[in-house]
């Protein structure tokens, strides 16, 4: 694979960009591997990237059913943190972050992370409180956050209304190094450096059933055909529940659509993340100038990527009143997900009782932050057939133990 630098796009300039040659192969699947991962997410492809550059095994393949990237991974409103409450949250999330910090040196690509800041408002008593303990945690996981108050909060963000009339702005949590990264750019980032590893991506391969023998997995079938597998990694976000039923087991999951939409472009107004979780919506600025809107969730179970009027009318309602200016914009596009939630708002990584077979899943609304941190963890627990200690505390046992790691604050609203 040939480097990205200064000089290769001088070069290429030249030559009419005829000499760039693919990001990553297509090849045909093979009868087996040593690891198949299901999910072309950056999860998946994280998780195979990380387990031939940590841990030596490339004999891995990543199925997708549609194109890398079309998933979650492509459709989020690309939030970077790691300010949560718990221990084990901030230090997957913060190790994340971490490597975020260098990955488009790590990947040579650009995923344009841009650690602009993110702050989260505190627009009542009870907020102010939560976030107030939340900093005081933070400070002891070393995450650098602070909670800071109205006068700050407007001098970062001269467009926001601290004296709203509903939601006076009491304060915020303020994660300085927080942000947004380019989301296609992570996953194309990872499909490259996966490829130039021997890793085969194969798209347009959904599976549709599991092989196992004596209560070991033995391989997946896929619209493809058979694939063999010593190990299986199912990295499939919404469709967790769906990839468990075939592998003989439940998850404490729930699949619902989480809505976002964008606004036409405008110059530069907004350059933090700024996420109001009482009126209930968040915002931040892209590149093109387009202002990038989170909004809620369906409140029922469902597998629909779309979006949906009342949400736009809510999302925006709310936000209207935090950031008057946005009243007068027109908004472009809106689009939906499949989030997979747990009860408790954290994630899973753990084996399964499929012997050989292992789940990443329930990131539910945040989880594009923690993709690097995320493929880090579950590559160090396919290859040992055993949790590190970032995966550990995330095992499926702890909903049978009760032993819950309750982010609902921290997640309250999407990410
Ligand atoms: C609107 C919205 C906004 C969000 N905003 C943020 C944010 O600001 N910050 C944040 O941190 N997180 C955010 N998230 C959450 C984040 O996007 C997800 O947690 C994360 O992208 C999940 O990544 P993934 O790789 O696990 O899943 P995905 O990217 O969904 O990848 C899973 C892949 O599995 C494939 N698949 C499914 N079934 C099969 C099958 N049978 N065979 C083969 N392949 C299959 C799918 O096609 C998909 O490509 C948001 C999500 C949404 C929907």
Redesign the pocket.
């Known amino acids: 694979m040939r480097r990205y630098s200064a000089f290769a796009i001088a070069r290429e300039a030249v030559r009419y960009h005829q000499g760039w040659e693919r990001a990553w192969r297509s090849p045909a699947p093979r009868p087996a591997y040593e690891v198949v991962v ?9 998780t195979a990237y990380y387990l031939a550059r940590n841990h030596g095994i490339t004999d891995v393949a990543v ?19 790691s300010n949560y409450l718990q221990d084990p949250s901030a230090a997957i999330y913060e190790k994340a972050r971490s490597l975020y910090e260098t990955m488009s040196r790590d990947l040579n690509m650009n995923v344009m992370f841009s650690p602009r800041g993110v702050l989260m408002l505190a627009q009542t008593e009870h907020e102010k409180r939560g976030y107030l303990r939340t900093a005081h945690a933070n400070r002891l996981q070393g995450v650098a956050t602070e909670f800071i108050g109205p006068e700050r909060v407007k001098e970062l963000v001269p467009i926001i209304n601290v004296s709203g009339p509903r939601y006076p702005v009491l304060g915020a949590l303020w994660q300085p190094r927080g942000g ?1 990264a380019r ?1 296609d750019a992570v ?1 194309w980032a990872y499909a490259r450096a996966c490829s130039a590893m021997g890793i085969d991506i194969i798209q347009r ?4 059933g599991i092989t196992q023998e004596r209560g070991r997995v033995t391989g ?1 079938e ?1 619209t493809r055909g058979h694939i063999g597998a010593k190990k299986l990694a199912i ?5 967790s529940g ?2 468990a039923e ?1 592998a003989g087991f439940r998850l404490p999951i729930e699949s619902v ?4 939409l964008v606004s036409e472009p405008i110059k530069p107004a907004i350059d933090v ?1 700024v996420m109001a979780n009482t009126v209930h919506g ?1 915002m931040s600025q892209s590149d093109k100038g387009e202002l ?1 809107i ?2 809620g969730a369906d409140g029922y179970n469902n597998y629909t ?1 779309r979006g949906s009027f009342h949400h736009i009318e809510e999302t925006v309602r709310a936000l209207v009143e935090t950031f008057p200016i946005i009243s007068r914009l027109r908004m472009m596009r809106q ?6 939630m747990t009860g408790d708002r954290s994630p899973i990584l753990s084996k399964t009782p499929l012997e050989g077979c292992y789940i ?2 329930g ?9 690097p941190g ?1 493929g880090w963890a579950m590559a160090e627990l396919v290859a040992k057939d055993a949790p590190g200690p970032l995966a550990a505390p995330f095992g499926l046992e702890r909903f049978r133990e009760g032993r819950f790691i309750d982010e609902s604050v921290a997640a309250g609203v ?2």
């Open positions: 299901v999910g072309a997410g950056g999860h998946g492809l994280a199925l997708e059913k549609g194109w890398l990237g079309g998933g979650n991974t492509g459709r989020n409103t690309t939030i970077i943190r947004t989301h996953a391969c959904e599976v549709t997946v896929t990295v499939v976000a919404g469709h769906v990839l075939m659509a989480l809505q976002a993340v968040y990038v989170g909004g990527q689009w939906g997900g499949i989030v997979d990443n899943a990131w539910g609304t945040g989880g594009f932050k923690s993709i995320s999407a990410h």
